[in-house]
T-cell receptor, first 117, second 112 residues
């Protein structure tokens, strides 16, 4: 069965430092997608970054990058030069291989990131 | 403006009283989902829909029903709500299951 694990329930980081949020996954499918979403205290869910299992390069979006290590089944989110506005809950998620017979999407339990000024 | 809307945003109800949470998207997305968010458990998918009249169970479908009669709408129905369905519910839509999901603002449901 597919599974996403986020082992860090909470993290504190000093402003302007880089931070890595861990995500490991388990799947027997060779094709899948990995996502990161941010949930600020206001509650909305915000898409951050996507990595396809066959993508040759690690995904980057501004200050966000995804450290994808396929053999280790890890998809860690790296935030460079953290800002106070980065304080939020962060979720890792995995999608199935396209329009397969089971197109469930699964999320990890999340990591609460707090940025110290 | 591209968006996913949910109504109501807040609901307090009693055990056994049928309720419907509506979800609508204006992006012509084929894939729609319902999730519930509970502390320490992240988001868990309740049901998803690949297109009109095509729905399937997620990880926690018990006690819920859905329908997809039109592409834009994907209501969540609780026929006989129970206190363990007290949660924050999100509707989301995307072009497909491998695409970025757009989330609604959430519906906070309390079942007494």
């Amino acid at each position: 069965a597919q599974k996403i694990t986020q082992t860090q329930p909470g993290m504190f980081v000093q402003e302007k430092e880089a931070v890595t949020l861990d995500c490991t996954y388990d799947t027997s499918d060779p094709s899948y997608g990995l996502f990161w979403y941010k949930q600020p205290s206001s509650g909305e869910m915000i898409f951050l970054i996507y990595q396809g299992s066959y993508d040759q390069q690690n995904a980057t979006e501004g200050r966000y990058s995804l450290n994808f290590q396929k053999a280790r089944k890890s998809a860690n989110l790296v935030i460079s030069a953290s800002q106070l506005g980065d304080s939020a809950m962060y979720f890792c998620a995995m999608s199935p291989p396209g329009y397969s017979s089971a197109s469930k999407i699964i999320f990890g339990s999340g990591t609460r990131l707090s940025i110290r000024p | 403006e591209a968006q996913v809307t949910q109504n109501p945003r807040y609901l307090i109800t009693v055990t056994g009283k049928k309720l419907t949470v509506t979800c609508s998207q204006n992006m012509n997305h084929e894939y729609m989902s319902w999730y519930r968010q509970d502390p320490g458990l992240g988001l868990r998918q309740i049901y998803y829909s690949m297109n009109v009249e095509v729905t399937d169970k997620g990880d926690v479908p018990e006690g819920y029903k859905v329908s997809r009669k039109e592409k834009r709408n994907f209501p969540l129905i609780l026929e006989s709500p129970s206190p363990n369905q007290t949660s924050l519910y999100f509707c989301a839509s995307s072009l497909g299951p491998t695409n970025e999901q757009f989330f609604g603002p959430g519906t906070r449901l309390t079942v007494l």
